[in-house]
């Protein structure tokens, strides 16, 4: 677990997590251009671990909210190239869930769930954009309804 630390180990365990992912991340951005998508998967499914890892247990809020959507909108992407519709979209609706129920989790802490916030506002852009071609998916559909930060419907409003 990273749980936060002043030790020097503990530093260095959360240091060596975040180069983990970015590295992941890269490794599967390159095998995504390369249309190596069965790679790009396996990279971003790493990626997803260790930002669950980071989730709510690292200092840096922004980093590791950013490092989860990153990592379920990458895979989403990869899906897309795949033609698999229903697991783009339970990507895509993991992520706003999972930020919907940190931005009003009082145990991650303000940062966290202030960081949540913010970033709900781009999974719910990327869950608009992928019922503008899927307008019958009904995951999707239902993960919309929490709506985003400020929205007032749904348990992701604030």
């Known amino acids: 677990m990273l749980a936060t630390s002043t030790s020097s180990r503990g530093k260095a365990s959360v240091s060596e997590t975040i180069a983990g992912w970015r590295q992941a991340v890269l490794d599967g951005n390159n095998a ?5 998508y069965s790679t790009a998967l396996g990279c971003y499914e790493l990626a997803l671990a260790l930002a669950e890892r980071m989730f ?10 950013a490092a989860y959507v990153i990592a379920r909108h990458n895979l989403a992407d990869t899906y897309e190239r795949l033609a698999h519709t229903s697991e783009q979209s ?24 202030v960081s949540a916030q913010n970033h709900s506002r781009h999974t719910y852009a990327e869950l608009v954009r992928f019922l ?15 709506g985003a930060a400020g ?7 604030q």
């Open 32 to 36: 995504f251009d390369q249309q190596a």
């Open 56 to 65: 709510g247990r690292i200092d840096d809020a922004g980093t590791g909210v």
């Open 90 to 113: 339970r990507q895509l609706c993991l992520a706003h869930e999972r930020l919907c129920d940190g931005m009003n989790d009082p145990a991650l802490g303000v940062a966290w769930q």
């Open 132 to 146: 503008g071609s899927h307008p019958h998916d009904q995951a999707a559909k239902r993960t919309i309804r929490q």
């Open 151 to 157: 929205m007032t419907s749904g348990r992701c409003a």
